[in-house]
């Protein structure tokens, strides 16, 4: 993650990352060539698939029902700079596929919201016809 620039002091959330990042983290938490243990891995998929129901949105949102979507989600409600960011390992159509979505300056929460969702799921049902 060679991009991905820590935030000063105890707010993380200022971290600024890519997407390209976020998709390498996510790679190395499904696959077993990570520098990550598989403890470590199976424990993180398993939080990320049962985040709390109001944090379940953006990339989820491209998942096939009925199946378990391992995401996070992040949103940094500053007056100045509406950040929302969603990442996610979506099960889709038979395919496992990586989403990351991030973006700032959105001019509401709901709309940063809806938008990360409509994106994930045009990239998702994009790519799942590609691979069929």
């Known amino acids: 993650m060679r991009q991905t620039k820590l935030a000063e002091g105890p707010c ?12 390498r983290l996510l790679s190395d938490l499904i696959t077993s060539s ?3 243990t598989a403890a ?16 379940a949105w953006g990339a989820s949102a491209a998942a096939t029902p009925g ?5 996070n989600t992040g949103l940094l409600p500053d007056p100045q700079l509406l ?13 496992v596929l990586l989403v990351a979505v991030l973006s700032n300056d959105q001019p509401t929460e709901a709309g940063g919201i809806a938008q990360k969702e409509a994106i994930a799921v045009a990239a998702v049902h ?3 016809a590609a691979r069929s």
Do not use: C, F
């Open 12 to 23: 993380w959330g200022l971290t600024s990352t890519t997407a390209s990042d976020q998709l």
């Open 34 to 36: 990570s520098p990550l």
């Open 40 to 55: 470590s891995r199976s424990y993180e998929l398993r939080l990320m698939r049962h985040v709390e129901s109001a944090q």
């Open 67 to 71: 199946t378990s979507p391992a995401v």
């Open 83 to 95: 950040v929302v960011n969603s990442i996610g390992v979506i099960p889709h159509a038979g395919h």
């Open 126 to 128: 994009k790519i799942a």
